[in-house]
């Protein structure tokens, strides 16, 4: 690890929480004032034989929250102009953010020409570069817009709607995220997966809500998507670094306390800040630094670059509030992954500077990790900035971070490159000036990102001239990744024929394999019996990658044929972790289904996907370095009290704070979702929890959270247990 000298670190951060307590006895400035972009990358711990660059700082960029290259390696970046701008968070969601287009002329990796591309909007979510368009989303909407750039000024002159989404105008940090590229020429967000056609998005959802749910659309992740090289999406949420990427993205996936697929390091923090500022994720006073464990993971990149070969295959994630970047490494085990600290005991990136709030990162073109640090003062979202009520801590928290100047540390922003020192970063690209059969020689690309992007291009431009030359790939080349990755782009673009599918599921390398696997899904559909024949000889192979394929594949769950494979399946793999956590999880959601008519599927998709984050999937309370997050729903006392609808109603549309019956939990506060779900979902989710964990048999009518609603609506607080 490369550390900064210790007295130049001293020199330039001005004030820890040791010193503002000593300034505070002698009167001294007790200000943290914010460094210049070099000083700050200075202070920036990074591991040996790595450099830490600025690639473009304020005001070039302002406020960044995510960014995204296009296939000439210009970044768009959404900056959010009205974030937390003072401690009341005045004015948010005025139409006044944007996004800006970056772009490097010389060639020396550093941006020096900015056009702002799109002006005056609320929030920018999620930029994702297309042929001749950018996808976007923007706060309080799930609506996908597609921008337009006919003069190639830098400046969107037209946009238009790619997908109409609802209205959504909850929580900012649970609204939608990631617009991501798949393997299987879907677009993932942590919302829907899209499928672009002619210049409009065919939706669907993940996994198994797309056969639970048809009335609201849950989310898989909170800030962030990736994936990797065979198509698996990469998730996190506030508390975990990674999860959700045991099975390619379209499939059901685990929520964090299903299944074992962390360490025991993976939450714990080895922070060098000691600014305690933090809302949740406790202090670690021993050691002065923040935090206990992890409080606001985000913005996560499964790492695919020719760069850093060493890196390749492991994740990093950004920690704002504890002023660092975990790497996690997956052990792979009889099918199923578990993620570890990369760096036990330490983190992969990390300062002491108090302002370093990293919360994106992405696979460069030229090979290199780049990060989007917001560098500013306030991270915490208003709900969990409190500065006259609220819990006791968080308020002398406001009057701690007001006293040191942090509330008044904003529209600053820089974005770094991390590269080797002894190697020289990539070319740029000029990936939207070539022909598509100029495209295709990148899919030999040791770095993933021209692959996924030369694909991408491929298929949006419908260029089937290059047909006859990916059928040669997908025959003869050497590297399977490039086999697997043209086998997907011409499924893309012309859909696979029956005869390279069966060629294929005889592949010698199993990524191959399971690709032609899961495209032949719909030839299983239309009970094609040779592609069934062939599929049903593959059933002894041991390898893990491909038994996980075949069971999801055979997914008809009321065909006799699937039933069958699906139980040889388990018959034959007995080891097999992932297809025995999946025979688990059908047979809980089946029981689920039969105990009551209360238990929905709008309320199990609201519960797993917003819930069960803190209060755990089976009911009991997610519990993190030994404390609950959130306190158990099971017989809960709230549930079992005959009063209890209303309080219960109350609680979630306004929120609860403090201790309950005297005992603390980490998360302090169920937030508000007054504005998040209407009157049907919040009473679909009580009832779910009501039925499910504490033997309701009368429901909560909608009509009841309507009139409760009406009747607090001018309410600004959270309720406290001795209130209700």
Known sequence: MKIVPALFVAAIISVTVGKAEESAATGESQIIKPLSPEDAARTIQIPDGYRMEVVASEPMVQEPVMFAFDGNGAIYVCEWLT??????????????????????????????????????????????????????????SDTVWACFDTDNDGVADRREIAHKGRVNTGNIEVQSTGLLWNLDNTICSNYYRFRYDDGKLETSLHGDYQFWSDEWAPFISQWGLSRDDLGRLYCSDHTYPVYGYQAPAGYPSFIPGEIDEFGEDTIKVWSACEVEDQSQGGYRRKEKRVLQVTSATCGQTFIRSHLMPEFYGRVVTCEPVGRLIRMSRIEWNNGMGKSFNAYPGSEFIRSPDAYFRPVWTENGPDGGLYVADMY???????TWFPTTKGRPEWIERYHRVKKWGMVDVIRHGRIYRLVPDDKTPGPQPRMLDQKSSELLRYFTHKNGWWRDQAQKLIVCRKDLSVVPALKRMIDSDADPLTRMQALWTLEGLAGVDKAIVLEKLSDADVRVRTAAIHIAERFLQAKDVKVEMKLMSMLNDKDPLQVTQLY????????RLHKEVRRLLVERHPDHKLVAAYVRKDQKDLHEKNRSSLVTKLGRNIYRSYCATCHGVDGKGLKEAGHLAAPALLDNRYFRDKDGHGKLTRILLKGLTGPLAGQTYRMGLMPPVEHTYDDKQIAAVLNYVGANWNGWEKEIDPSLVSRIRAEIRDRKQPYTDDEL
Do not use: C
């Open 552 to 559: 999801l594949s055979f997914n008809e769950k009321n065909t």
């Open 83 to 140: 974030y937390m701008q003072d401690e009341y968070g005045t004015d948010q969601y005025k139409p006044i953010s944007r996004v800006v287009k970056l772009v490097d002329t010389d060639g020396d990796g550093r941006m020096d020409k900015r056009t702002v591309f799109l002006d005056n909007v609320i929030l920018p979510r999620a930029v994702l570069p297309l042929h001749d368009r950018v996808l976007v989303t923007l706060t309080q």
């Open 376 to 382: 500013r003062g306030i991270v915490q979202e208003r």
